[in-house]
């Protein structure tokens, strides 16, 4: 919760300093792309599972080649995952529907033609929807209705992108921390232990790539 709480009292205020420069320009605009991420956990196999996210960004300009870019946005993550030893027995898929704020914070120089620029993004989302498909359907109907999602997700990422006039592509890597799983009571049983072992410290990590359109 610390953490969290530390992500949000920073995305929040980068989200709205821009806005109250003088000099800011503003430009606001659609966004949507493709999110590969994974399941990452140090004995869960997480293989990669191709989403996507789409909403609506609002670009400010500041000096020096600085920009400050919050969004809103629906972004699904997921993964296909398993464990190597007990692949039976703990082997399946997970995804999930986030409203996401993002503020990707922008640094590069202005050419005429195009910018390109680092990217830096620091991350909260609420968890809308999810869907969780495993072995052992009673056992993991019963643990997932107990425990169940751990809502409140936040993170970092960091890329590089382009900006063509009004068109812009950013490639980001992403890191989730925090859990993915809230876990209000043990769980017995074989398959309901592999899944508290699957998700006690899992978290979804990944690259997304963006296009942009700004008006």
């Known amino acids: 919760m610390k953490k969290f709480l530390t992500v949000l009292a920073i995305v929040l205020p980068l989200a709205f300093a821009g806005a109250a420069t003088a000099s800011a ?3 606001f605009g659609v ?28 670009q400010v300009n500041l000096p020096l080649g600085f920009s400050i870019q919050p969004s809103l946005m629906y972004n699904v993550k997921g993964s296909k995952f398993g464990t190597p030893d ?15 704020l993002p503020v990707s914070v922008q640094w590069g120089p202005d050419l005429l033609l195009f910018r390109p620029f680092l ?20 056992v ?3 643990a997932w209705s107990e425990n169940g999602l751990s809502r409140w997700e936040y993170g970092i990422g960091v890329g ?17 921390f925090g859990s993915l799983m809230d876990f209000k009571s ?3 049983g074989g398959v309901g232990s592999a899944l508290k072992n699957t998700f006690e410290r899992g978290k979804f990590g990944g690259f997304t790539l963006t296009a942009a359109i700004l008006f």
């Open 86 to 100: 007990v692949p039976e027995a703990a082997a399946g898929d997970l995804t999930v529907g986030y409203l996401e």
């Open 119 to 138: 990217d830096v993004t620091p991350f909260v989302g609420y968890g809308l929807n999810n869907k969780l498909s495993m072995v052992g359907t009673d």
């Open 186 to 188: 043990d769980i017995d």
């Open 25 to 27: 320009q503003v430009s």
């Open 31 to 58: 966004i949507g792309g493709a999110t590969f991420s994974k399941l990452s956990k140090e004995v869960v196999k997480g293989e990669n599972m191709t989403q996507y996210h789409v909403g609506g960004t609002v």
């Open 160 to 176: 590089i992108g382009l900006e063509i006039w009004k068109f812009q592509v950013i490639g980001r890597y992403n890191w989730n």
């Open 140 to 142: 993991i109907k019963n």
